[in-house]
């Protein structure tokens, strides 16, 4: 089946698509806050830069979309019929770059949670996860009456 966009407009398309902000990450986000939790963004200074960081407990959760990370086994995590070499090489550049993300967290003593696109369709499940994962919400720094 040919692309109904020319190489412009595909390519106007793509560039929109961001790389922070996105729908799965506010799932994980709201359910964060809600529970309690507070958190870093997109933290520099953490192995990998992962979408939610908690530095005093070096724990980190990065939300990995099941098309561009190419979830195993996910109805999501298609390969696009056109550009076929293109897409291939793309995805095999993906998954060991995750992988390395995950082995320096790791190695510099951070602890890391993936969380699935996918997942997010059960909210109820995955807040059970982070909370699981995070461990009990600290008592704020707030000024004391």
Known sequence: MPDL??????SAHVARIRRA???PEWIVRR???AAGYRYRLQWKAAPGRPDVAFPGRRKAILVHGCFWHHHE???IATMPKTRTDFWKAKF????PRDARDLARAEEAGWEVLVVWECETKNPVEV???LVEFVGPVSVGRGKSA
């Open 92 to 95: 095999d550049r993906n998954r």
């Open 21 to 23: 902000d996105t729908k």
């Open 73 to 75: 086994g996910c109805r």
């Open 127 to 129: 807040s059970r996860r």
């Open 31 to 33: 359910l964060l806050h």
């Open 5 to 10: 966009l020319t190489p412009a407009a595909r």
